[in-house]
T-cell receptor, first 111, second 116 residues
């Protein structure tokens, strides 16, 4: 089955700096790559996703890049703000419902 | 109420108890899911229901028993659990039924289970 590895497990950044989280996947058939954000006491919430026919996608301060050849994808957060502090999960899927998640990255934005 | 609602938010039970977790979605979605979240581990898919029919049972022990009486409600019945079952149990729903395309999951806030 699919194996998704996520790095780093924790990330501390100064407010205003950028944060980058990287994930690798094992199944070359994977074609859908979402990112979820989980704030304290809440469930994960989709923040951005990308499909295998696209190399990059951007939504305001967040962007995701995908390298299918290397089987890795990354989340980029620019101009970080305190409300970006959360746990971020990457995921990959080769079918329509069975997402394989990474172990999560705890991001702390220092004021 | 909107979104996905889970009750109770916290549950403490002994190994011989029987309890249930409840999930309700107010989004008109066709698929519902149970995930287990343990610290520093990936979310583990447990069960998937599509149009009230179970389509996935991800090798989950029989001490966990799901029930989906209609497309808006999902239960997880618990009995003779082990301490290692202590975790956050997340319910999610998605718009489309399984087999119709990539699904965006809407998660509830979870039920924090502690097994003594």
């Amino acid at each position: 089955g699919e194996n998704v590895e996520q790095h780093p497990s924790t990330l501390s950044v100064q407010e205003g700096d950028s944060a980058v989280i990287k994930c690798t996947y094992s199944d070359s058939a994977s074609n859908y790559f979402p990112w979820y954000k989980q704030e304290l006491g809440k469930g994960p919430q989709l923040i951005i996703d990308i499909r295998s026919n696209v190399g990059e996608k951007k939504d305001q301060r967040i962007a995701v890049t995908l390298n299918k050849t290397a089987k890795h994808f990354s989340l980029h957060i620019t101009e970080t703000q305190p409300e970006d502090s959360a746990v971020y999960f990457c995921a990959a899927s080769s079918n329509d419902y069975k997402l394989s998640f990474g172990a999560g990255t705890t991001v702390t934005v220092r004021a | 109420e909107t979104g996905v609602t889970q009750t109770p938010r916290h549950l403490v039970m002994g190994m011989t108890n029987k309890k249930s977790l409840k999930c309700e979605q107010h989004l008109g979605h066709n698929a519902m899911y149970w995930y287990k979240q343990s610290a520093k581990k990936p979310l583990e898919l447990m069960f998937v229901y599509s149009l009230e029919e179970r389509v996935e049972n991800n090798s989950v022990p029989s001490r966990f028993s799901p029930e989906c009486p209609n497309s808006s409600h999902l239960f997880l019945h618990l009995h003779t659990l082990q301490p290692e079952d202590s975790a956050l149990y997340l319910c999610a729903s998605s718009q489309e039924a399984v087999g119709t395309g990539a699904n965006v999951l809407t998660f509830g806030a979870g039920s924090r289970l502690t097994v003594l």
